[in-house]
């Protein structure tokens, strides 16, 4: 597919000027007004949808300085079926084929679990001939190749597992509802369901994947979709929420102040 709206990454998020959307949708309303109308109307956070910062605009006397928007791929095809017209619904399949080709060079690009094996006999093998070292030494090193335990933890997943099986994996220091909270507060999943954005998805830490269910209202069988963790996900939520997380990195340009 040719390319209608540049899209950018920026810390392995897709992101799209919302000046060259509203020109593209053709809309005959000042780009300003359009864009703040938006985000008023229909709630987008910044830092989470957005994020904004200044431009300067060099003329032939001086410059000015005006507000420009990063949109994620999800807001900006809200704006698109918002827009209803043609030009919106071109757009936006052209956003979703866009986030299926990124899906599949993430997907191509993750290491199988021959190679992640592969991984741990070296990291072990590294860590036994330090063992022979002075043993000071070696404790110190040892610090430095953490690999082994992570990529460990990933290996005991197959293919993909409940956020409650990782749980049990990883040994969160809080329970699994708080877990859902955490990634709701951070953006990682959508503020108002356990569902993780299209971003974190397209990272390869999540997969939805059918998980049939008994309704108990009539005993028959339900299919739905649920979201599970995959080995680069395990990985992802170690770092982040085991024993020693690290400070949550959000994926977004510096906000304007």
């Excluded at 928007?69 to 619904?89: F, H, P, S, V, W």
């Excluded at 979201?227 to 990195?249: D, I, M, S």
Aim: with cysteine; charged share 30%; proline share 4%.
């Amino acid at each position: 597919m040719n390319e209608l709206i540049k899209i950018q990454e920026h810390n392995n998020q897709m992101l799209v000027d919302a000046r060259e959307l509203h020109a593209f949708l053709g809309s005959k309303q000042d780009f300003s007004n359009w864009i703040r109308n938006r985000i008023e109307k229909y709630g987008f956070i910044e830092g989470q949808d957005f994020t904004s910062f200044n431009k300067i605009i060099e003329r032939e006397k001086g410059g000015t300085t005006r507000i420009e928007y990063a949109l994620t791929t999800d807001m900006a095809k809200e704006l698109c079926m918002i827009e209803n017209n043609e030009k919106g619904k071109v757009a936006r399949q052209y956003f979703i084929q866009k986030e299926k080709e990124a899906n599949s060079r993430i997907a191509l690009s993750l290491p199988t679990r021959k190679e992640l094996a592969l991984m741990v006999v070296q990291a072990e093998e590294q860590i036994e001939e330090l063992e022979l070292m002075n043993s000071n030494q070696a404790e110190t090193i040892k610090k430095l190749l953490p690999k082994a335990e992570v990529f460990d933890i990933a290996m005991q997943s197959k293919d993909t597992m409940t956020l409650s099986q990782a749980g049990k994996v990883i040994e969160y220091p809080f329970g699994l509802k708080v877990l859902c909270a955490k990634l709701r507060e951070h953006g990682i999943f959508y503020k108002h369901r356990n569902e993780p954005r299209q971003e974190y998805i397209a990272n390869g830490y999540f997969r939805f994947k059918e998980k049939p269910t008994i309704m108990p209202s009539n005993n028959r069988a339900k299919i739905y979709l649920g979201a599970t963790v995959t080995q680069k996900g395990l990985v992802f939520l170690r770092n982040r929420y085991g024993k020693k997380p690290t400070e949550l990195v959000i994926p977004f340009p510096q906000s304007r102040k």
